[in-house]
């Protein structure tokens, strides 16, 4: 069992920077691929990065590619989204989440998950 829970978020605008952190529980997330995942009013949830469980992978969804950066500390069991150039769209509820034991998850069904952090950015 992992417990996750979710900081950084607020209002922003267009333009600025905000770094979330998600910090984690319980057994080690070590040997779990983790993510982010965000969801706005009225829409699908989105798979938004993600990073195996080395760190060495990742993965960024076409629209964040080039703003955010995913990280993580297996060490201190804490997962990191660096936001940078946030637009509207960016408003969300973003969620940390593991898959566990998956070296690479690449998608929005997570086995479990942290209980998020509201992004909001102006236009």
């Known amino acids: 069992q992992v417990s996750l829970v979710e900081s950084g978020g607020g209002l922003a605008p267009t333009g600025s920077s905000l770094r979330l952190s998600c910090v984690a529980s319980?057994?080690?997330?070590?040997?779990?691929?983790m993510g982010w995942f965000r969801q706005a009013p009225g829409k699908e949830r989105e798979a938004v990065a993600g990073?195996?469980?080395?760190?060495?992978?990742?993965y960024y969804a076409d629209s964040v590619k080039g703003r955010f950066t995913i990280s993580r500390d297996n060490a201190k069991q804490t997962v990191e989204l660096q936001m940078s150039r946030l637009e509207p769209g960016d408003t969300a509820v973003y969620y940390c989440?593991?898959?566990?034991?998956?070296?690479?998850?690449?998608?929005?069904?997570?086995?479990?998950w942290g209980p998020g952090t509201q992004v909001s950015v102006s236009s």
């Open positions: 319980g057994r080690t997330f070590s040997s779990d691929s």
């Open positions: 989440g593991g898959k566990s034991s998956a070296y690479y998850y690449i998608g929005s069904d997570y086995d479990y």
């Open positions: 990073i195996s469980r080395d760190g060495v992978h990742t």
